[in-house]
């Protein structure tokens, strides 16, 4: 079995409640979560623990201050950092994903700011049928992200 150890990463997100979808996600599949400030809410907020239900025990969850205290951990450690983006250079679906990759993921009115994109090492879309919708809810998006990188690691049985 492969060893992997992907993380999850929302860069300034501002809807309790899709941090709290996000958060169940990340528990249910013992994903890293983590959060860098400014958040649009407080960690407290009742519509963010209602959303993650009683799964935040559950979840390993990190809080960064900001984008430059997030690198300078990040770099300490393995992996690339793989931003989602709807101008991102290639579909997340042809995108080979690696063990310990950490996939960033903007706030849900403007996506990841254009400093923290050109520092990752790729950019990837989630590709939409419609012209009608620029992208997906940020909790959908996340969950897809992290499950075909899953998938392609074989980490789902």
């Known amino acids: 079995m492969i060893s992997y150890r992907l993380r999850v990463v929302l860069v300034h997100p501002q809807i309790p409640p899709n941090t709290g979808n996000i958060a169940r996600t990340c528990a249910a599949t013992e994903t890293e979560l983590h959060l860098v400030a400014p958040l649009g809410f407080e960690i407290s907020d009742r519509y963010l623990k209602r959303a993650g239900l009683d799964y935040w025990p559950h979840v390993k969850l990190h809080y960064h201050s900001s984008i430059e205290a997030f690198h300078t951990m990040q770099q300490s450690q393995e992996g690339r950092c793989i931003g989602f983006s709807t101008g991102g250079r290639c579909s997340y679906t042809k995108f080979a994903f690696q063990p310990h990759d950490w996939l960033l993921f903007g706030s849900e009115t403007t996506g990841l700011p254009a400093h923290v994109l050109s520092a990752c090492d790729e950019t990837v879309y989630i590709p939409m049928a419609s012209q009608y919708v620029r992208s997906l809810n940020l ?15 074989s980490c789902l049985e």
Request: aromatic letters at 6%; hydrophobic letters at 55%.
């Open 139 to 153: 909790s959908v998006s996340a969950a897809v992200g992290l499950f075909e990188a899953q998938r392609q690691l």
